[in-house]
C-alpha cells in the first residue's frame, strides 16, 4: 500500500511552526486512517461469503473508530435473531458475558430493534 505524500509546504512557509506541526500530525493521522479503511475494503471484497464479509466489516469499524470491540446481531425477515457476530472479545470475554444474568437478555433485547 502506498504510504500518503508528506507535504513541505503546508499553505505557505509553516514547516517550523506549531501550526506546520500540527497540520502536520493531522495529515499523518488521516493518512493512516485512509490506509487502514482501504485495507479493510480490499479484505472485505476478497471473499463474498457473507459471514466473512459481515466479520471484516466489524473488524475494520473497529479499527477506524478505535472501538474496542463490536457486535453485530443478524436477524431473520420475522425480525428473530439469525445469528450473533463479536469481534474483538477473547473467547473467555464472551463466556463472561453470557454468564452474566443480563447478558443473554442484553443480546435479545438488542435483537429486537430494526433501523426505522
Known sequence: ???CPRASRLGGDVTNS???DRLRTE????????SRLTAAILRISEDLELDTVLQEVMDGARSLT?????????NEEENKPRDL????LTDQ????AFAYPLGTEA?????GYRNR
Open 85 to 88: 457476530m463479536i469481534s474483538g
Open 107 to 111: 443480546f435479545r433485547h438488542s435483537a
Open 18 to 20: 506549531v501550526e506546520g
Open 27 to 34: 495529515n499523518e493521522t488521516l493518512c493512516a486512517r485512509l
Open 66 to 74: 478505535g472501538a474496542r470491540y463490536a457486535v453485530l446481531i443478524v
Open 93 to 96: 470475554e464472551i463466556e463472561r
Open 1 to 3: 500500500m502506498q504510504a
